[in-house]
């Protein structure tokens, strides 16, 4: 978290919220006008402007999506990419996925040392038959296509927050965080003491000049977590899905739980029997409320939606959650309600 908030009280935020001044929070605002695009936490408006750089001179919604989620994990300093916590072996592991308006998708999973892994979603996405790589053969692919291997060094923050975690022992997660039966670890995001919550995932969805829809996922993952573990970003249908005849989700939180639900997948679906996007987030998050019981209470899930009017909408488990949306004539972070208050 302090890394996150050393992010956000960097310059290029701390100008676009002063130039946003009072348009800046608004809640749950809806549009209807393309070019736009949107992307999850308040990091999303840095990730928005690299997009809009695209979107406003008639680029297509895949190289914006792309180009919008290479600004946040190029920074060292924030909660997505090399620069983020590590798994509880000390090793920071990427997923993320990419998919464009006609059904093409590409995702990587547990990948190490790789700057970029949206663009390796991508290559993989545009140049094998295949959609998911994992592991040392996603990266064995990466260098192939020319993405230099990154040393395997934790950045000074994460090297910190890993210490003191691991003298928490037996893999102990915080407070309200969930904690696996095993105690195995500390799944994102999770609340902090001063209320706001951790995250470690951008998610961003685009609608070009020709109402052409593309999403983009990526993430470090939970903090912490055990070894191997793949949360919901990198699977198509759970962390991100786009059918452009409909709409297009992505989500952020608590992976396993977004999983279950084939959570983006299953906002889709809400759209395509007539729900607008905050209702078939609304909806989505109900289920998982639902099926968590008394445990809904310690985790975050949110998911952000666009349909193919152009028309924006999202919803959260807990309140704390906000997207950041641009278009010709806005550029906000929008508060999302939520369904515990
Ligand atoms: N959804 C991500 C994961 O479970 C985490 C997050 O969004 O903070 O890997």
Redesign the pocket.
């Known amino acids: 978290m302090a890394n996150r908030r050393k992010f956000l009280q960097s310059g290029v935020l701390g100008s676009v919220l002063l130039l946003l001044n009072k348009k800046a929070f608004s809640f749950n605002k809806r549009t209807a006008t393309k070019p736009l695009v949107i992307s999850?936490w308040d990091t999303g408006l840095i990730a928005n402007k690299a997009a809009w750089t695209v979107l406003s001179k008639n680029g297509n919604a895949l190289d914006a999506v792309e180009k919008g989620v290479m600004e946040i994990e190029s920074s060292q300093n924030c909660?997505v990419g090399l620069g983020a916590n590590p798994d509880r072996d000390g090793i920071v592991t990427l997923?993320a996925s990419i998919m464009d308006h006609q059904y093409n998708c590409g995702s990587v999973a547990f990948l190490e040392r790789i700057k970029h892994p949206i663009s390796v979603a991508r290559k993989v996405m545009e140049k094998t038959p295949h959609v998911m790589l994992v592991g040392e053969g996603a990266q064995k692919f990466a260098v192939a296509e020319g993405f230099p291997l990154e040393p395997q060094k934790l950045s000074d923050e994460a090297q910190k927050s890993y210490q003191d975690w691991l003298k928490r022992s037996n893999y102990h997660a915080p407070k309200i965080n969930v904690e696996n039966q095993n105690g195995h670890g500390s799944?994102?995001?999770h609340k902090l003491d001063n209320g706001e919550w951790?995250?470690?995932?951008i998610?961003m969805l685009a609608m070009d000049y020709h109402g052409n829809l593309s999403g983009s996922c990526t993430?470090?993952?939970?903090g912490f977590?055990m070894r191997g573990?793949?949360?919901?970003?990198p699977i198509i249908g759970a962390?991100l899905y786009v059918d452009n005849e409909v709409g297009a989700c992505t989500?952020?939180?608590?992976?396993?739980d977004?999983i279950r639900v084939a959570g983006s997948h299953s906002v889709v679906e809400m759209m395509r029997h007539g729900f607008s996007p905050s209702q078939a987030c609304e909806k989505v998050i109900e289920r998982i409320a639902k099926i968590k019981g008394e445990k809904a209470k310690d985790i975050?899930v949110a998911f952000i939606a666009i349909d193919k009017n152009g028309e924006v909408g999202s919803f959260a488990l807990h309140p704390g959650f906000n997207y950041a949306l641009r278009n010709s004539v806005e550029e906000e972070l929008v508060k999302v309600n939520s369904y515990f208050a």
């Open positions: 999850t909660c997923d799944f994102a995001p951790n995250h470690d995932t998610g993430t470090s993952g939970a977590k573990r793949v949360g919901d970003s962390g989500a952020t939180g608590q992976g396993e977004v975050q």
